[in-house]
Every structure is written in C-alpha cells, then in structure tokens.
C-alpha cells in the first residue's frame, strides 16, 4: 500500500503531542512534591523517556511489534530497527515504531509517581531498563502486536491495559518495595506548587487528543471520534471528582485536574469504540472511582506517593471494563455488554486482570531485586536534603 501524506502528517503531530506529556508528567508530579524535590521529579521524567527512546529501538520495538512467539512477546527480527523503513502500509513503518515509543516513555515516567523523593538515580535507570523490557513490552505485544489478547479478542484501542494497568498497579508495587518516604503520615508533605501541577494536566489534557485520536493511525472519522470522546470523558471526570471532593469540604483545583486525568485515563481503552454519551458514563464514573481508591490509600497508609495506582491504574482497569460494556459497532465495528454482546465483556474483564497481576508481580520483583542488589533508594541523609541536592547537585532559585 502506498503511504497516505495525509495520514503521515497526523500521525508526526500525534506523536509530537504525545512526546509532549512525558513533560507534562514530570510537571504534573513536579508540583506535588515538596520544593527540595521539585527538580527530581521533572528529572525523573525526562529521563525515563531517554531511557526507554534508547530501548526501543535497540530492543523494545521488536519485543513488542515483532513476530509472536507464543501469544507473549515478539520475536527479536527487528532488533536495532532492522526492517524497519520509510514504506508501510499508509504511514511508514519508522513512524509507527515513533508513535509507540512516546507511549513507552511517556508509561515509565507515570510509574515514577512510586519512586518520587527517595529514588537513586542510578537504580531507577536500571529499575526503567528491566521494566521496559519485560513489563511494558510484553503488554504492548499482548494487545497491539498479534499476543494472546489481540487473539482474544480483547479491545485496547490506546493503552488502558498496556499504558495505565501496567504504570498503576507497577506503582503500586514499587511504592510497597521502595517502603515509605521518612516522615510520611507524621510531617507536612504538601503540594508546593499547585499551579505548575494544574500547567502539567493541562499539557497531558491536550496531549492525550494525540494519544487517542492519533491511534487511529488516519485523519479520518474514527479519529475525530476518538478526539470527541476524550474531551468528554476529561471533562466529566473534572467535574465528578471536583463534587465529590466538594462533599467533603472545598471543591480544589487538585482534585479538578486529577478527576479529568481519570477520565482521560479510563477513556483511552474505549476512544475508538464508544459514543459521546457512553464518554459521559465512563468518566463521571472514572472520577468517581478513582477519587474513592486515593481516600482507600490515605486510608491504608499506603505511600504510593502521587497516585498512579488511584488513577492511571484504578481508572485503567475501569476503562478496560467499560468499553466492554459501552462498545458500538457503529463507531469501531464491535458492539459490547449494553448492545447484546456479553462475551466481549468478559474478555475485557480476563484481559484486564491479566494485565493487573502480571504488572503488579513481575514489578514487584524486579524492583525487590535491584532494591536488594545495587539500592532502590537514596539514604536517610540524602532524603533529608532533597533530592534535587543530593541527585541533582541542583535546587530551585528563591
């Protein structure tokens, strides 16, 4: 097939956008940490996505989108990008393998929200390799390059399993091996810049229209769809997030922005398959959820410091859920639970726990064997100062 100028135009822009929420990320986070680990925390970002754009194309790439092996992982044929050229079937296949490096990138800098104020650098470049490898890449196989899922049927049109699951339940496994950051629950660890945490939803709002929309791989009606849908669910998850807080006390621009995260997260799965009004359901309910698994943590003492697992990983398994409920044939050609077609929902519901349990364990023991070999965490001292100071050699101008 000939390449589509049209559609390689959109697709660049797409993964330029996409790109542009690893950023997004770091200052999302940035703004949650406490001033001395400000820098961190942007840092960890940034270097999760030179870490795994290094990865990708050496290894990652073929792990996930080459031949299958066994329903699991891909074959090792384009190791290096081998066979990897500017022909394709309407986009060129280097820019496909772009597009889903920025997904990557983007999935390991959301799983530092387990690491912030205590993570060695040094480990987490090692912890992110290791992760990449055989957590990420693996799901990505699983659901978009032939694997069992895909085989399955499973629907995963931008990455609620591959993405979300894997960043928010690996978070929450790393957050309980990395162990509790000192002083939790005893000392004041508030937001110290909300403004730049609201800038870095803001960037991920406009990026995840790249995300889901570009995942059409066209500039077409599917895509225009998929762009609709992710509006509407940010926004009824902003708003049923922001009530329930209200409920509780003050309606805050925190919980605002991480409500429309949610329903941009529990969106994802389903963009390419649900209408405006199931978008509606799915991220008012989204908001919701995740809004009632962060008061569960609190609760527990859990110091899975900024959240993933609450949104990206709660709400991931919600949108994995829901499209098979609220699936149409009539946007992406697959009707769900609501149209007759029960099956569909339980096979969302395999994949999805599937995904949960091979993220949540497989992270847990990598984390648990570079924190038991080579240190996942920074000492008490190191800590104490910050780690813009002790990791950085850096600190944010008075």
């Known amino acids: 097939m000939e390449l589509d100028s049209g ?6 822009i797409a993964t330029a956008m ?5 950023p997004g990320v770091g200052l999302f986070y940035g703004g949650m940490v406490r001033r ?3 820098i961190s925390a942007i840092a960890l970002a940034m270097i999760s996505f030179a870490v795994v754009s290094v990865q990708w194309v050496l290894i990652g790439y073929s792990l996930a989108f080459g031949p299958d092996v066994g329903g699991f992982i891909g074959n090792l044929d384009h190791v290096g990008l081998a066979g990897v050229g500017m022909e394709g079937d309407g986009i060129p296949d280097l820019l496909f393998m772009v597009f889903q490096l920025v997904f990557a990138g983007l999935t390991l800098a959301i799983l530092t929200s387990a690491l912030a104020e205590r993570v060695k ?8 390799l290791l992760w990449t490898t055989l957590v990420y890449d693996p799901l990505a196989h699983w659901a978009w390059g032939g694997g069992w899922a895909h085989q399955l049927g499973a629907l995963d049109f931008a990455g609620g399993t591959v993405v979300h699951i894997s ?5 929450l496994a790393a957050a309980l091996v990395i162990g509790k950051r000192i002083g939790f629950g005893t000392h004041s660890m508030e ?11 803001a960037l991920l709002w406009f990026g995840w229209f790249g995300f889901n929309a570009g995942s059409a791989l066209a500039a077409d009606g599917l895509a225009a769809s998929a762009f609709v849908v ?7 998850g902003a708003l049923s997030w922001m009530f329930a807080a209200w409920l509780h006390g003050k309606p805050s621009s925190l919980g605002m922005i991480s409500g429309a995260i949610a329903g941009l997260v529990a969106i994802t799965p389903a963009a390419g398959f649900v209408d405006p009004l199931s978008a509606i359901a799915i991220g008012f309910i989204s908001g919701l959820v995740c809004y009632k698994a962060m008061l569960w943590r609190i609760k527990k003492g859990l110091d899975e ?12 398994f919600w949108g994995a859920l829901a499209t098979g409920i609220f699936a149409t044939a009539a946007i992406g050609g697959v009707d769900g639970l609501l149209y007759g077609n029960y099956a569909q929902f339980g096979i969302q519901a395999i994949d999805a726990i599937a995904a949960v349990i091979y993220a949540f364990v497989v992270t847990y023991i990598l984390a648990y064997v570079v924190h038991k070999t080579i240190g996942l965490r920074v000492t008490e001292e190191e800590e104490y100062v910050g780690l813009d100071i002790s990791q950085h050699g850096e600190k944010v101008a008075n």
């Not at 992710?230 to 009824?236: E, P, R």
Request: a neutral charge.
């Open 7 to 12: 559609a390689t135009a959109f697709v660049l």
């Open 18 to 22: 996409v790109m542009l929420m690893t």
């Open 36 to 38: 001395k680990n400000f």
């Open 121 to 128: 650098i040094s480990s987490f470049i090692v912890f992110g």
């Open 167 to 171: 960043s928010g339940f690996g978070a």
């Open 191 to 201: 937001p110290h810049n909300i403004p730049m945490t609201l800038l870095g939803g």
């Open 230 to 236: 992710t509006n509407t669910a940010a926004a009824a």
């Open 305 to 316: 410091t900024l959240d993933a697992w609450a949104i990206h990983g709660v709400g991931g």
